[in-house]
């Protein structure tokens, strides 16, 4: 007993045993309870501020955070590590629960009976408001120029197809497309 | 095709963006099997992102790491979280449960026990008591029932024809028993006295047997002094500390012999 507590208390004190990436999808996906809190611990963050990119209302993106890890945790059987890292798998589960979340009716009814300038703020329209969770992509993004930051922001952060875009800013989709490719090689380089 | 002109296009990074149509997802793919250029250069962009994510992560508010918790695992089973704290939380409830019960039945036996303990002495002391009072009354019915024993009943007089008292003389030992039948009871200052008078001749002579020390007992048998002789028994009401002659006028109860 007493052994046991010892042992315990000191797992307490160091938690953080560091899984290679292949041994935690491994345990994940044996369902491992400590892997999830190794999980949770390391990349809530990180997602997070993806999440909170694109919903910036607080508590709203720490719902759609919950909804991300419960996710994550059912569908891991579905990660193939030949396509990616975990990272890559987790970010764009993250990105495009926030986007639903955002074009959800639910929100945009919640929008409409907040202040304006808060409702500008919440992801409708990021490129006139770039003080708002100025880092990662966002950060690289207000380095482009206004044509290409326009696009990625419709396209990354706002989530519509490239042929969405095209009608939308009536600008030939091969335009579109390349305009894309063009600017996000370009973060590339601004990331490394 | 141009691989390193490929790499360059923007796919790569759009790729693992997620900004490929399915088509061009599957294409990619394809590609990053056959070229481990193009699989290089996605690993590169991946890891770039993903630590330039990690540098700039927020952290989210702390209550939600549980929240999240517990919505995946069930609220009962939060034990992922922090195995150690509450499983050890749930075993300190449970032995405090258990210590509570035991304490619980060993004060109520303890007190159960004192109780029996207690209805015990006081039934014992009844027991004693009972088994006193039929030794008493036993002795004081053989006292009467021996042979030579005579019964006398002692009626009231004028000055109280209701009183009664009978008076039991062992001829041969000489001892007088008195049962009170019916006596009013005297006032504080005053008792009864107990006579035997003998006649001689014309002469009464009466004989002190005693003071009653009236109790409450019912079929209480007061032993009286000894009577060597007697024609009669009488009580009269005396004052306290009693008189060395009868009070004539106050005889209760007599009888003759």
Redesign the interface.
């Known amino acids: 007993m007493g052994c046991f507590f010892v042992l315990s208390f000191n797992q307490l004190l160091e938690p953080k045993t560091r899984y290679s990436e292949p041994e935690l999808v491994a345990l994940l996906k044996e369902q491992s309870n400590e892997a999830f809190s190794y999980l949770y611990d390391h990349y809530a963050g990180a997602l997070y501020t993806i999440i909170n990119q694109i919903v910036v209302d607080k508590e709203t993106a720490g719902d759609v955070l919950q909804e991300v890890f419960v996710n994550i945790w059912r569908k891991i059987s579905m990660y193939d590590a030949a396509k990616g890292r975990l990272f890559t798998w987790m970010l764009n589960i993250a990105r495009n629960a926030a986007i639903d979340k955002v074009r959800s009716k639910g929100y945009r009814d919640g929008l409409k009976n907040r202040p304006v300038d808060e409702a500008v703020s919440s992801g409708m329209a990021i490129s006139t408001n770039p003080a708002v969770n100025d880092v990662g992509l966002k950060k690289v993004l207000t380095t482009l120029g206004e044509e290409y930051r326009r696009l990625i922001d419709l396209s990354y952060f706002q989530g519509y197809t490239h042929e969405e875009i095209s009608k939308m800013l009536g600008i030939p989709l091969g335009t579109v497309k390349t305009r894309i490719r063009t600017a996000i090689s370009q973060l590339k380089t601004m990331i490394q | 095709m141009n691989i390193q002109e490929y790499i ?7 790729y ?4 490929l ?1 399915a088509q061009e997802r599957f294409e990619f ?1 394809q590609l990053c ?1 056959k070229h481990y250029e193009i699989k290089a250069a ?9 630590k ?3 540098q ?6 702390p209550e ?2 549980q ?3 517990d ?3 069930g609220s009962k089973k939060s ?7 509450t ?2 939380e749930r075993k300190i409830t449970w032995l405090q449960l258990a210590a509570a019960a035991c304490f619980i039945l060993l004060a109520g036996s303890v007190w159960w026990i004192l109780n029996l303990r207690n209805e015990n002495q006081q039934l014992q002391a009844e027991l004693k008591k009972s088994n006193e009072q039929i030794a008493q009354l036993e002795n004081d019915a053989r006292a009467i029932q021996k042979e030579g024993v005579k019964m006398v009943g002692l009626a009231g007089t004028a000055n109280s024809p209701q009183s009664f008292a009978t008076v039991y003389w062992d001829t041969t030992s000489h001892d007088v028993y008195l049962l009170v039948n019916n006596l009013p009871r005297p006032a504080s200052d005053e008792q009864y006295q107990l006579w035997a008078i003998l006649k001689s001749g014309e002469q009464l002579q009466p004989i002190d047997l005693g003071f009653l020390e009236i109790t409450q007992k019912p079929l209480q048998l007061y032993r009286m002094n000894n009577a060597q002789a007697a024609h009669a028994f009488a009580i009269t009401l005396e004052k306290k500390d009693g008189n060395p002659a009868p009070n004539l006028d106050k005889i209760y109860v007599m009888a003759n012999l």
């Open positions: 360059s296009s923007g796919v790569v990074e759009s693992v963006l997620g900004l149509t793919e099997n996605r690993e590169a962009f991946e890891l770039a992102l993903e330039e994510a990690m700039n992560a927020v952290p989210p508010p939600l790491k929240k999240i918790s919505v995946i695992f034990a992922p979280v922090m195995p150690l704290k499983k050890q």
